[in-house]
């Protein structure tokens, strides 16, 4: 009998998989798309939003209440509540 010597490759748990690259690159896209992309559509109409402002105008505030714009200066916003 011959002498034979097997060599056994064996897969390492560390290769190089394009499978999962793909898989981990649809995660990301799927998150910014469902998560990132929206907030920032929402800060940008908030932000447009605040822009426009103007004393005399109806608004609802994050809380619920609804209040009449008295004044604007720069970022601030003075609300009456109630007379």
Known sequence: MGNHTYLAASSSGSSFNPTSLILI??????????MI???????QQAAK???TLLPGARVRTT???YATVVDVDGDDVVLE???
Do not use: F, H, K
Request: aromatic residues 4%.
């Open 25 to 34: 690159l649809v995660v990301i896209v799927g998150v910014y798309m469902l």
């Open 63 to 65: 809380a619920g209440m």
């Open 49 to 51: 939003q605040q822009n």
């Open 81 to 83: 509540v109630a007379p």
């Open 37 to 43: 992309r929206p907030q920032r559509r929402r800060q």
